[in-house]
C-alpha cells in the first residue's frame, strides 16, 4: 500500500477506482484506508446470505442499476431510490468523511477502465452543495488496484492512493439548471476516465500488456546482470513502478517517435517469443545449469523430494476432508450468484467461513473416535485435546496445501527444467543474452531522446 500521505485529513472526499475483482476491490481498500469509508454497492449484493448483512453492518449504500432492475418495473422508483443513496453518500463526505463508488459499475477481466457511468460525478457534486459554507471543499482521490495474479487465491495486491485530482475551473462548483448539470456531469466523468486511465495504467490489449511486463522483465534483468549483483524477486511496489515507467514512455514514444516505438514492440515481442520458446524467464538466462554446481544439484534433488514425495500424503489428507465442503460451496455459488464475477466472491466470504467450520468438525469427530477406541484398546493413548488439534492442523494445512501445491509443484518442476534448459540450450541461451542486452541499450537510448525533447 502506498499515498496515504495524500489523504488529506481536514476534508472528506470521494473514492474513485476501476472494479478488476469484485466485492474484493472495495474489502482491500476499505482495510488499507484510515478512516472510515462509506461505500455505494448494486444492490443486488444485499441479497447474498452473510455478505448483504455485513454490508449493512459497515453501512454500505446501495446503488440501483436499470439492469439490475425486475422487468417491467418503473424506472421513476429506481431513480428516487438512487437519488436517496447518493444523498447519504454525499452528506458523508458533506461531514468530512469519505465516499466510494466504481464508476465503471460493474467488474470485469480486461486490461482497461470500462466505460463510466455518471453516478460518481453527480455524488461530488451533490457532496460540494452539502458542504457547509467556510468548510474546505471535497476531494476526489483517485485509488489504483493492482493484483499480481487476481484469479489464485492468496494474490498479492498493491493499493496505491494518488494525489487528489485538480479540476477545471468550471468542473469545481456544481453548475445550474437540469441540463447544465448533466453535461457537467458528463465532463467530470470523462476526467473520471482519463484520471483512471493514468492510476491503472491501462493498455488496449492483454497482449500489449503482457509485452510491457516482459519489458519490465529484461530491463531489470540486464541491469542487474550488468551491475554483477544476484536477482532478487521484485516486490509489488517495484514491479507497478517498472511498469508504469515502461507504460508513460510508450505513451511518449507513440506522439514523439513513433517508428522507433513501434519497433521496439516489435523487436521486445520477438525476444518474448523466442524466450517463451525455451520456457524460461529474463533473469534466468543468467542462472548457473545443475551440472556446473553440486551443491545446486543436492538442492534441486532435496526440493524434489520434499515436494513430489513429502507433501502428496498431506494433499490426500486435504482433499479428502475439504472436497466435500468444497463441492458444497461451488454448488451453493452458483445457486445464489447472479454475475460471473461474483462467484469468486461468493467463494471466498462462504469459504471463510465454512472451512474452518468443517476443520473444527473433523477435529471433534477425530478426538471423539480416539477416545472411543482408547476406551476399547488400552494400548492406544487417551490423548482426545491432542488428537482433535492435530487433525484441526492437518485439515487446513491439507487444505491450504489443495490450493497452493498445483502452484509449488509447476514452480518445483520448472526450476529443475530451466537448470536442464541452461546445461543443454547453451547456444540458444547466448543469443537471448546477445538480444536482451540489445533490448536494454534501445530502451536507453529511446528514453535519452524522450527527456531530451521534454527539456527542449
Not at 74 to 98: E, H, K, M, P, W
Not at 300 to 329: D, K, Q
Amino acid at each position: 500500500m502506498t499515498g496515504l500521505e495524500n489523504v488529506p485529513e481536514d476534508r472528506g472526499g470521494l473514492i474513485v477506482s476501476w472494479h478488476p475483482n469484485g466485492v474484493i476491490d472495495g474489502a482491500v481498500i476499505l482495510t488499507h484506508f484510515p478512516s472510515r469509508i462509506v461505500f455505494g454497492a448494486r444492490h443486488g449484493i444485499f441479497k447474498w446470505p452473510l455478505l448483504g448483512w455485513m454490508m449493512h453492518q459497515i453501512g454500505t449504500v446501495p446503488i440501483y442499476r436499470r439492469k439490475d432492475m425486475p422487468q417491467g418495473e418503473s424506472d421513476t422508483g429506481r431513480q428516487a431510490s438512487n437519488r436517496q443513496s447518493i444523498d447519504a453518500l454525499a452528506q458523508a463526505v458533506a461531514d468530512g468523511g469519505f465516499a466510494a463508488l466504481f464508476p465503471e459499475g460493474k467488474s470485469h477481466d480486461e486490461p482497461f477502465v470500462h466505460e463510466l457511468k455518471t453516478g460518481a460525478a453527480y455524488l461530488y457534486y451533490r457532496a460540494v452543495e452539502l458542504t457547509p459554507e467556510g468548510s474546505a471543499p471535497p476531494v476526489i482521490l483517485p485509488v489504483g488496484l493492482h493484483y499480481n495474479q487476481k484469479a489464485i487465491f492468496g494474490s498479492k495486491v498493491l493499493v496505491e492512493f494518488h494525489p487528489p485530482m485538480e479540476l477545471p475551473a468550471d468542473l469545481v462548483e456544481s453548475a445550474e439548471g437540469d441540463e447544465e448539470r448533466r453535461q457537467q456531469a458528463r465532463r467530470l466523468t470523462a476526467e473520471f476516465d482519463r484520471e483512471l486511465r493514468e492510476v491503472v495504467l491501462a493498455t488496449e490489449s492483454w497482449e500489449l500488456h503482457n509485452l510491457f511486463q516482459r519489458a519490465r522483465k529484461l530491463i531489470r534483468a540486464e541491469g542487474v546482470a550488468r551491475t554483477g549483483a544476484r536477482s532478487q524477486p521484485p516486490d509489488m511496489i517495484e514491479r507497478i513502478r517498472h511498469f508504469g515507467s515502461i507504460w508513460k514512455g510508450y505513451q511518449k514514444g507513440l506522439q514523439s517517435h513513433p517508428a522507433k516505438t513501434i519497433k521496439l514492440v516489435a523487436d521486445v515481442a520477438q525476444y518474448d517469443e523466442d524466450l517463451r520458446a525455451l520456457r524460461i524467464e529474463d533473469h534466468e538466462l543468467d542462472g548457473t545449469p545443475w551440472v556446473a554446481s553440486p551443491r545446486r544439484a543436492v538442492l534441486l534433488l532435496l526440493e524434489f523430494i520434499v515436494v513430489y514425495l513429502v507433501l502428496p500424503p498431506f494433499l490426500i489428507i486435504g482433499v479428502l476432508v475439504n472436497l466435500p465442503t468444497a463441492l458444497l460451496v461451488l454448488a451453493f455459488t452458483k445457486a445464489v450468484s447472479e454475475k460471473y464475477k461474483d462467484e469468486a466472491s461468493v467463494k471466498l466470504l462462504v469459504g471463510s467461513v465454512v472451512f474452518p467450520l468443517t476443520w473444527l468438525l473433523v477435529a471433534l469427530f477425530v478426538a471423539w473416535s480416539e477416545r472411543t477406541l482408547a476406551g476399547v484398546y488400552p494400548e492406544i493413548p487417551d490423548a482426545p485435546v491432542l488428537t482433535g488439534v492435530v487433525a484441526f492442523l492437518l485439515s487446513a494445512f491439507g487444505g491450504v496445501l489443495v490450493l497452493q501445491y498445483r502452484q509449488i509443484a509447476t514452480e518445483t518442476l520448472r526450476t529443475i527444467r530451466v537448470h536442464f534448459t541452461l546445461a543443454r540450450r547453451r547456444q540458444a541461451v547466448q543469443r537471448l543474452l546477445v538480444e536482451r542486452s540489445y533490448l536494454f541499450d534501445q530502451f536507453l537510448a529511446l528514453d535519452r531522446e524522450l527527456n531530451a525533447a521534454a527539456v527542449d
